[in-house]
């Protein structure tokens, strides 16, 4: 089975830093995508930031675009979120989220899968920004 193991989560001031890591724990071979979606108190679930195989592909909702970065380090199979400059409306549950499936480029941007196609979730990590 897969296991998705988050980590780096916890309270900031604005405009701080927070590096978050989601390492990918059994058989999970092959090309996938990783996401980092987040949930504020009621608020629905929103991507944040997409990367998908050894990480040439990547997206970054516009809302963090220029102050979040996503990497990922595939010798340790972990993908990493980098957020800096960070703001109140930051605030929320962040979940990583693993599928099989492939983006689509059209349009002139990368489209990655929707919520529903991601097969497994991590336990999500709190972050607050105050």
């Known amino acids: 089975d897969v296991q998705l193991v988050e980590s780096g989560g916890g309270s900031a001031q604005a405009g701080g830093s927070l590096r978050l890591s989601c390492a990918v724990r059994?058989?999970?071979?092959?090309?996938?995508?990783m996401v980092w979606f987040r949930q504020a108190p009621g608020s629905e679930r929103e991507n944040v930031a997409a990367?998908?195989?050894?990480?040439?592909?990547?997206d970054l909702a516009s809302s963090v675009r220029g102050r979040f970065t996503i990497s990922k380090d595939n010798a340790k199979n972990t993908i990493h979120l980098q957020m800096n400059s960070l703001k109140p409306e930051d605030t929320g549950m962040y979940y990583c989220?693993?599928?099989?499936?492939?983006?689509?480029?059209?349009?002139?941007?990368?489209?990655?899968?929707?919520?529903?196609?991601?097969?497994?979730w991590g336990q999500g990590t709190q972050v607050t920004v105050s």
């Open positions: 990367i998908y195989g050894r990480g040439g592909t990547t």
């Open positions: 989220a693993i599928t099989r499936s492939a983006p689509a480029f059209y349009g002139g941007s990368w489209h990655f899968p929707e919520q529903r196609e991601y097969n497994y």
């Open positions: 059994g058989s999970m071979f092959g090309t996938y995508c």
